[in-house]
């Protein structure tokens, strides 16, 4: 991965696991919390592709997992985010840009549902019931609910940094300038430069002849 990418990713990652620890996790909502750091994952998934998306979804669960007040065996979140972003990655387009928001709302909602599918199942194999007290059908709705309602303020923004990011403008007007700079030095300059010098040289030859001739011209005389 890029460095622009690492330096994006990481940034948008912390600040969405931290919105979403200190604000949408204590606005008591029934069900389900809204999940920012989700939503982080699959828009930068949506740009960068499934690698960069399985990569990013595991260091922002890895992450979750670690953060206060978390309650659950770490690497369980890291492991669904890393599926989640690998498979969003897939659906990314060629440049990087969708035409129509019906597909990736689509995909946050299958997002959504897959990902508390997905988490209640590794808990049910590590021993944690926790899915069956609070209901999965209840988690699943308000999961799809929140995340859908969410997701058209945060997917299109996100998408739009990762693309500026990954464009990388002052790269592209440096290397650009520098082109410009050679190829105005190499091609320009120097060949006027070069001339200057020939034609002055020539100049030098004509007037050196004509002085000659003048002085041949006095001695006939």
Request: overall charge positive; some cysteine.
């Amino acid at each position: 991965m890029r460095f622009n990418r690492i330096l994006l990713s990481a940034t948008l990652v912390v600040v969405a696991l931290v919105i979403q620890v200190t604000v949408l996790a204590r606005l008591q909502l029934p069900g389900a919390v809204p999940d920012l750091t989700l939503l982080v994952v699959l828009a930068l998934a949506f740009v960068y592709g499934h690698v960069s998306g399985a990569l990013i979804g595991f260091a922002a669960g890895l992450l979750a997992d670690l953060a206060p007040p978390a309650d659950h065996a770490a690497g369980r979140y890291a492991l669904v985010l890393c599926v989640i972003g690998y498979l969003a990655g897939l659906v990314k387009p060629e440049n990087g840009k969708l035409r129509s928001a019906t597909a990736p709302m689509l995909v946050v909602v299958g997002a959504a549902l897959g990902s508390t599918l997905l988490y209640a199942g590794v808990g049910a194999l590590v021993g944690d019931s926790a899915a069956r007290h609070v209901g999965l059908g209840g988690l699943l709705f308000t999961a799809a609910l929140y995340d859908l309602l969410l997701a058209p303020f945060v997917v299109p923004g996100i998408m739009a940094l990762a693309r500026r990011a990954e464009n990388d403008p002052l790269t592209e007007s440096s290397s650009s300038g520098s082109d410009v700079s050679s190829g105005w030095l190499a091609g320009g300059t120097g060949l006027r430069i070069g001339e200057q010098k020939g034609g002055l040289r020539l100049r030098a030859a004509r007037s050196r002849a004509q002085r000659a001739g003048r002085i041949k011209g006095v001695k006939r005389l």
